[in-house]
């Protein structure tokens, strides 16, 4: 696989394939969550992490962004209180960031974390941005921390090789009691697998993409 996300290959039997990314979102919140639920979003934020919030019948909790004049950071006070006025237990964290662009660094998303130990909140952590990145930056996923409740979209071909039509994703998670029940919930729903177009174009994105993707993101870069 050519896939810059090397640091998932040894956890392959801990990933779930789903139809797309917001698909998987959508099966997590409705799992995971209860109707009227606060669920934090750092805003500005994709606008369909709203829509799923609220289509489950949950509370959007944004939690704003802060624009110095040069990027965006994280207000980490004004985080943390949002999730003990709102009594938040889920948010869900893009990284890299969309639509701002920004690529967290170790030492923020140490602070998320620590953040959602102190008030045991599960993260659900959209990385499919994550070969999209420019040079002197590095991707750090959630996963990386001692913290087990956190699970992450890893990956999509619609974004690492742009193939919007080919429409599929995978889940992962270090904590294998929540890996078991999401799995188990999708397959239930015969979501955990592709079909036979996506599956072939998907792996011939993995095992040929390489040039394609080198020259993607050599002379165009989404992530900051």
Known sequence: ?????????????????????????????????????????HTPAYHQFSNLV?????EVV???????????????????????????????????DNPTGRVWTVQEIEQVVEIAKRHD???????????????????????????????????SPAKTFGMHSISNGYVYTNNEALFKAFKANAAAMYFDHGNALTTFATIAAFEKGEEWLEGMTGGFFLSV
């Open 62 to 96: 944004k939690s704003p962004l802060v624009n110095d004049g040069q990027s965006y950071q994280i207000d980490f006070e004004e985080m943390e209180q949002q999730i003990v006025d709102h009594q938040v237990k889920t948010m869900i964290f893009c990284n890299p």
């Open 121 to 155: 909140v599960l993260s659900i952590s959209d990385e499919i941005h994550l070969d999209i990145i420019f040079e002197g930056h590095a991707f750090t996923s959630l996963t990386s921390f001692d913290y087990d409740k956190v699970i992450t979209m890893i990956g």
């Open 54 to 58: 609220n289509k489950a019948g949950r």
């Open 1 to 41: 696989m050519v896939c810059k996300a090397s640091w998932a290959k040894p956890f392959s039997g801990q990933i779930c394939e789903v139809p797309g990314g917001l698909s998987g979102i959508a099966l997590l919140l409705r799992q995971l969550t209860n109707e009227g639920d606060g669920v934090l979003i």
